[in-house]
């Protein structure tokens, strides 16, 4: 009997007392960091910015057009006809190569190989996601990406840096 009395009265005691929570060991990670990340950002996107400015000037053979998605693009071969041009949901058929700003290529077309699109509707190279609806068939564009319009901060995992910028040229065979 005086073990049950024992026991009650330990319970009592030390069951019903109020148990303080735990507290993080890591505080939650400030908002100056968030700015400084953009603050870096910033400056790499106009780094990246002037260079492919300074490439562009340097080409006196064509004529640049800005995207308002902040990428460059020419014409090689433009047709004038008044063809439709691709939108979403179209499947469409295209050659494309990629190189970087100093021309050297990182993947060829035949490396590539001709590759079928659903627009808008599978993954692929944000600026040509956009720029492949500006196309006719039968039209050569070369588009002058940077990297927050290509492989970002990751790049491809093989041969694409982080933050590079590409040039990337495109052909349009068919759309359906």
């Not at 890591?26 to 400084?36: G, R, Y």
């Not at 190569?97 to 699109?117: A, C, D, H, Q």
């Not at 039968?138 to 910028?165: L, R």
Request: proline share 4%; glycine share 6%; net charge positive.
């Amino acid at each position: 009997m005086k073990i049950k009395i024992i026991i009650f009265i330990s319970f009592i005691c030390f069951g019903c007392t109020k148990i303080n929570p735990r507290r993080p060991i890591e505080a939650k990670p400030s908002t100056t960091i968030l700015k400084e990340t953009i603050k870096e950002s910033i400056k790499l996107n106009k780094v990246e910015d002037t260079k492919i400015s300074n490439l562009i000037k340097k080409d006196s053979i064509h004529n640049y057009i800005l995207s308002p998605k902040g990428y460059w693009y020419t014409y090689n071969t433009k047709i004038n006809e008044n063809t439709p041009t691709p939108k979403t949901g179209d499947l469409v058929t295209l050659e494309y190569n990629l190189s970087n700003l100093k021309g050297e290529t990182i993947y060829s077309k035949e490396i590539l190989g001709v590759k079928k699109y659903n627009v808008d509707k599978e993954d692929f190279i944000s600026a040509l996601q956009s720029g492949i609806k500006l196309m006719k068939v039968g039209e050569t564009i070369t588009f002058v990406i940077p990297s927050y319009n290509a492989f970002g901060i990751s790049g491809d995992g093989n041969k694409i840096g982080i933050n590079q910028s590409i040039i990337s040229t495109v052909t349009l065979i068919n759309i359906k």
